[in-house]
């Protein structure tokens, strides 16, 4: 089942510290991490103790969490164990990196069925060349969201990250247009100058604006960030109205602007990702 995404907290698996801390922070979904937030030589403790932090946070009081757990790639040596430990804890499902062929997705769908927990939900991550390139199939296979990985693209084709964005703007687009075809949530790339809020602010409006549901957040304040972006406001909850109430019979005009079809379902959007029934 899809999810809604409007933040999506990526948590160091080695760090239960800020895993128990998740609940202040409210994320729409917490993804702790196990791959690239763990040095290769600290894995299996950062598994262990990951997973436990994990049991202890879905257990909390407050609201229902939704936890999902990185594991590593499928090639690499550590993927089985990962998911092993995943689906022996509380998790609502898997987070699968650098997704590029669908034997991969078929490997963790064995793995999760031979545990019984065929029903968990994956989000992929499309960041690589193969990944991008492969992202129609990719995100149709019955995936729950997928995300764009700006930086492990541009690793991977040779590129030079800049803050303007252009380098990756073809690889980002693909990416929300094959979750839009495959009626899945796109989580958009990250902004890793955590600092920066200016430079989230910007860099997540220009998702929004390509059709990203999502951000991934590598920081708690960009959690709160994310949810003002992607959250309409009162404003467009109000035009939204407007448009279809003009659209109903035909073409109209609001605030000076005509409005046909297309507007309409623009405006449809805008009122189901505030919460509302546009009919």
Not at 249 to 270: F, I, L, Y
Request: with cysteine; net charge negative.
């Amino acid at each position: 089942m899809p999810l809604r995404v409007r933040s999506l907290l990526f948590v160091p698996g080695d760090r239960p510290d800020m895993i128990a801390k998740v609940a202040r922070w409210n994320p729409d979904v917490t993804a702790v991490d196990l791959e690239d937030a763990v040095a290769p030589a600290e894995k299996e403790l950062a598994r262990a103790a990951a997973m436990t932090a994990v049991a202890d946070l879905v257990a909390g009081p407050g609201r229902r969490r939704v936890v999902l757990v990185r594991v590593n790639p499928p090639d690499a040596r550590w993927f089985e164990a990962d998911v092993a430990a995943a689906l022996a804890s509380p998790t609502a499902g898997v987070v699968l990196p650098k997704l590029e062929d669908p034997r991969q997705l078929a490997e963790l769908r064995w793995l999760l069925a031979r545990h019984g927990r065929a029903d968990v939900a994956i989000v992929a991550g499309l960041e690589t060349a193969r990944g991008v390139a492969a992202a129609r199939e990719l995100a149709a296979g019955g995936l729950a969201a997928v995300y764009f990985g700006a930086e492990d693209y541009i690793a991977d084709v040779g590129g030079r990250r800049t803050r303007v964005g252009h380098e990756v703007l073809y690889a980002r687009s693909e990416v929300v247009l094959a979750a839009r075809l495959a009626g899945v949530p796109a989580i958009d790339q990250a902004v890793v100058a955590v600092h920066d809020e200016r430079a989230f602010d910007e860099d997540a409006r220009i998702g929004r604006e390509l059709g990203y549901s999502g951000k991934i957040c590598l920081h708690p304040r960009q959690v709160t960030q994310a949810h003002q972006i992607f959250t309409p406001s009162r404003a467009e909850v109000a035009l939204a109205r407007a448009v279809l109430a003009a659209t109903r019979a035909g073409v109209g005009v609001v605030e000076g602007e005509m409005v046909d079809e297309a507007h309409s379902k623009m405006a449809t959007a805008v009122l189901r990702q505030a919460g509302e029934d546009p009919e």
